[in-house]
């Protein structure tokens, strides 16, 4: 009798431990699936220089994390960022266009993809500058990244990372 009291106690230990495992292992999938957004399909318009090294690097970025890009060169690219209305403290080496929006500098792909997900009321994204340790730059992060949301010419913190 307690050997077979035993063996019910042990199974219903095996399988309360698999269904305990089975529901980690949902919440796990869930939490990739979130994380796992699929862009690919986009195509962004890279505005750049012809000669401006860590435009190119970005550009490989994109393309390493699945991107199609389209490349166009231009001596000034001034008039692009005007045409988008991106503000001068928010400017920096090249300017990208995907979808409705513009991405402005070596934005990480995890802020392109919460702008392409969220779909916010902006008319894009900005890491001003060139910050050391951003996708396509050299060295290590030294400070957190800002990234703004612009809309009219008017910025506000969008994401920071």
């Given at each position: 009798?307690?050997?077979?009291?035993?063996?019910?106690?042990?199974?219903?230990?095996?399988?309360?431990?698999?269904?305990?495992?089975?529901?980690?292992?949902?919440?796990?999938?869930?939490?990739?699936?979130?994380?796992?957004?699929?862009?690919?399909?986009?195509?962004?318009?890279?505005?750049?220089?012809?000669?401006?090294?860590?435009?190119?690097?970005?550009?490989?970025?994109?393309?390493?994390?699945?991107?199609?890009?389209?490349?166009?060169?231009?001596?000034?690219?001034?008039?692009?960022?005007?045409?988008?209305?991106?503000?001068?403290?928010?400017?920096?080496?090249?300017?990208?266009?995907?979808g409705d929006y513009?991405?402005?500098?070596?934005?990480?792909?995890?802020?392109?993809?919460?702008?392409?997900?969220?779909?916010?009321?902006?008319?894009?994204?900005?890491?001003?500058?060139m910050p050391s340790?951003?996708?396509?730059?050299?060295?290590?992060?030294?400070?957190?990244?800002?990234?703004?949301?612009?809309?009219?010419?008017?910025?506000?913190?969008?994401?920071?990372?």
């Amino acid at each position: 009798m307690i050997t077979i009291l035993a063996f019910i106690f042990i199974l219903a230990v095996i399988l309360s431990w698999g269904c305990v495992k089975n529901a980690d292992q949902s919440k796990s999938s869930a939490t990739t699936a979130k994380d796992k957004i699929d862009i690919s399909h986009l195509e962004f318009t890279v505005f750049k220089t012809p000669l401006c090294g860590c435009c190119k690097l970005y550009i490989d970025y994109l393309r390493e994390n699945g991107m199609s890009v389209q490349v166009v060169e231009k001596a000034d690219v001034a008039p692009i960022k005007r045409q988008y209305k991106i503000p001068e403290n928010m400017q920096s080496c090249h300017t990208a266009k995907v979808g409705d929006y513009f991405v402005e500098g070596h934005v990480p792909i995890e802020a392109v993809k919460k702008l392409i997900t969220e779909k916010p009321d902006l008319d894009g994204i900005a890491l001003p500058g060139m910050p050391s340790g951003s996708p396509g730059m050299p060295d290590s992060k030294s400070d957190e990244l800002v990234i703004y949301g612009v809309v009219d010419g008017n910025s506000s913190v969008f994401l920071t990372q």
